[in-house]
């Protein structure tokens, strides 16, 4: 009887630490966590399109140049997609995490897509801490514009590659379909791990308040 009252007891103390924990981390934090914001069904049609399309760039159809070189041959554009069914997903997918953003930071601005990419990460790949739209310093950077920003896991059956903000001290683990959203300032320093093991694919996403940035994917989004 009191071996059965203690492991009662054991297990209602872990669960109660398991929930404030995860009442900590994802209810009350300062960024969008949405698990299975995208069914399994639309990850697979996105990783299969990136797949046999990395050839191409996004907007001259000419092979990949990307501004950083490490994502060379990495990367499909929003803007190079040329299945229907594929772009009209994206846009979709787009403008429903604008809202979202829009909704969870109650922002009174407009929040637009700017940019929307697939993309590979092979074994060896990360990414350092970084905001996306400054230098490690603080200063502006080339895209400075951007307000906000996204990731979505478009797979998990890979080890490493996990998602991390510099001042917190947990990872975000793979899970297909999750959604990430958050500023795109130094409030929201960021990172990838290392992929050891599999390929991971991701859809990153970046947003302004201003129409007049990146006229061209506007254009496209409209059509």
Known sequence: MIIKFYNNIKFYVIYYIYYKLYYIIFMNSDYIYTPNFLTSEECNLLVDYLKTNLHKNAKSGKVDSNVNPRF???????????????????????LDVAKKLKDFYKEYDEILPEATHLVKW??????????????????PNYVSWRTYSAIIYLN???????????????????????LVAFTAGMKHVHGVREVKT????????????????DKAYQDSLES
């Open 156 to 178: 998990d059956d890979y080890r490493g590659g996990e998602f991390y903000f510099k001042r917190l001290a947990y990872d975000l683990q793979p899970e297909k379909g999750l």
């Open 72 to 94: 060379n041959n990495r990367v499909v554009y929003y803007e190079g997609v040329d299945d229907p069914k594929i772009k009209s997903l994206m846009k979709r997918i787009h």
């Open 122 to 139: 092979p074994v060896g790949t990360s990414l350092g801490n970084h905001a996306d739209n400054a230098y490690e310093n603080g200063k």
């Open 198 to 213: 599999g390929v991971r694919y991701a859809m990153p996403m970046w947003f302004v308040g201003d129409k007049n940035k």
